[in-house]
Nanobody, 119 residues
Framework: QVQLVESGGGSVQPGGSLSLSCAFS????????MRWYRQAPGKQRVLVAG???????NYAESVKGRFAISRDNAKNAVYLQMNSLKPEDTAVYYC?????????????WGQGIQVTVSS
């Protein structure tokens, strides 16, 4: 069973930086598309960034130019570098692993980690 464990969250002032990590275990990491989502209080969970098995990346418009997603297949980990943070980036951030299967997609979530941007 795939397990995802996020780390690196916390509190930072506006304009600051944080780096999130997601450790993957229990499967073949390089078969999975990896994504970061976030959920702010009272709002739906939304996609922040994704990285394919070939390391192609995509970003939500709200974070383009500020956030960078990367993966290390040797370490079974995905990262989210967040720069120029804004108060509206405050949310619980979730790591997601997804790959297609014969009977449907295999989809796994981490437990989430809090990021707070406040002065």
């Amino acid at each position: 069973q795939v397990q995802l464990v996020e780390s690196g969250g916390g509190s930072v002032q506006p304009g600051g930086s944080l780096s999130l990590s997601c450790a993957f275990s229990g499967g073949v990491f390089n078969l999975y598309v990896m994504r970061w989502y976030r959920q702010a209080p009272g709002k739906q969970r939304v996609l922040v960034a994704g990285i394919s098995t070939g390391s192609a990346t995509n970003y939500a418009e709200s974070v383009k130019g500020r956030f960078a997603i990367s993966r290390d297949n040797a370490k079974n980990a995905v990262y989210l570098q967040m720069n120029s943070l804004k108060p509206e980036d405050t949310a619980v951030y979730y790591c997601n692993a997804n790959r297609p299967g014969i009977w449907g997609a295999y989809d796994y979530w981490g437990q989430g980690i809090q990021v707070t941007v406040s002065s």
